[in-house]
């Protein structure tokens, strides 16, 4: 963790490795983050086809530092050897996302095994053990980003995935990142057929705090993306708060009816600095063709806005290749994220 503003990734669309087509397939569609899953989505007989699968997608990634790669729970083979071929390969990703993590051991382990052999990517951690939310605070402090994995957590539980049974870790989730600077992800949607589903979630999500929202199918990026992704007209906002408060000597002012404060200044400030890691990072010259010309803050709208305001700042994975590996696998595995 450093006190710098992290680029965070509003969009991150998980594609199994079970064929490096489907992987390469996915880049085309505009997510931040690009996810290679070799952990629930690969049934365990297929587990070192997929590192194959997951080596030669990396060597062809044209932005590796926005590709993630899902690795098995260490304490298990499959993890010792996910983590051999990362360090391994001579493409490394930038971000990897541990599973059934439950503690913040685990996750300074995973940065000193891969640091050891020179790789630094982001940690992410997806929460989805009961002992993980206990110690959400710890986690958030040692990773770089937390992803909410609604399904195992779920289970442990003893409930079906609802928003009610799943509040408070969200909120833990959400506070805890909050607190340490760290990326909050959302769990993905699997009421795909119930579009309005994900839309409720995204803005429930968003107005807990939470940053992005992960998917196993491309054609829910465009919501994620419009919702999620800084936007022109927010920034322009966040600026004029920025401002009216700054004219008011710090102090309380009135901006288009509206009482503004200190406090409204330090959060504006927080989007418009987000926004732009973002932008940088994000915003263009990605892999999917949105970038130039899709929904959210892409690089024109940041220009457009930086301009008015005379500043600097400024798939393969759909759901037939998931059915297809939950069928070869007898339906006990070939999930997307839990």
Not at 324 to 338: L, Q, S, T, V, Y
Request: hydrophobic letters at 45%; proline letters at 4%; aromatic letters at 4%.
């Amino acid at each position: 963790m450093t006190d710098s503003v992290r680029a965070i990734p509003r969009s991150i669309l998980y594609t199994p490795a079970l064929s490096a087509d489907w992987v390469v397939k996915a880049w085309s569609y505009d997510a931040d983050v690009h996810l290679i899953d070799l952990e629930d989505a690969v049934p365990h007989r297929r587990k070192d086809a997929a590192r194959s699968v997951c080596r030669a997608a990396l060597e062809k990634a044209p932005e590796p530092a926005n590709i993630a790669v899902r690795v098995n729970p260490l304490g298990t083979i499959d993890a010792v050897h996910d983590l051999a071929m990362l360090t391994e390969c001579a493409v490394r990703p930038g971000l990897v996302v541990m599973t059934m993590v439950e503690s913040a051991v685990e996750v300074r382990l995973m940065r000193d095994t891969l640091a050891s052999a020179g790789a630094h990517p982001e940690i992410y951690v997806t929460l989805e053990t009961p002992a993980a939310v206990a110690g959400v605070d710890a986690i958030a402090a040692a990773a770089d980003g937390l992803i909410l994995g609604s399904a195992d957590l779920a289970t442990a539980l003893g409930i079906e995935i609802t928003w009610a049974g799943l509040l408070g870790a969200r909120q833990a989730m959400s506070l805890a990142c909050a607190r340490h600077g760290a990326a909050c992800i959302d769990t993905a949607n699997f009421r795909l057929s119930e579009p309005e589903a994900l839309a409720e979630e995204i803005v429930r999500v968003r107005e807990l705090g939470f940053h992005g929202k992960v998917t196993v199918h491309p054609g829910e990026l465009d919501a994620i993306n419009r919702a999620l992704r800084p936007d022109r007209d927010r920034l322009r906002h966040a600026r004029r708060v920025t401002e009216a408060v700054r004219a008011a000597d710090g102090g309380i002012a009135v901006l288009d009816g509206n009482m503004v404060g200190p406090p409204f200044a330090r959060l504006a400030r927080a989007t418009v600095s987000l926004g732009e890691a973002w932008a940088e990072r994000f915003g263009g010259n990605g892999t999917g063709e949105g970038r130039n010309g899709g929904s959210g803050a892409d690089g024109e709208q940041w220009a457009d806005a930086k301009a008015e305001d005379g500043t600097d700042g400024g798939s393969g994975a759909d759901g037939e290749q998931w059915a297809d590996a939950k069928a070869e696998d007898g339906g006990e595995a070939g999930h997307g994220p839990r």
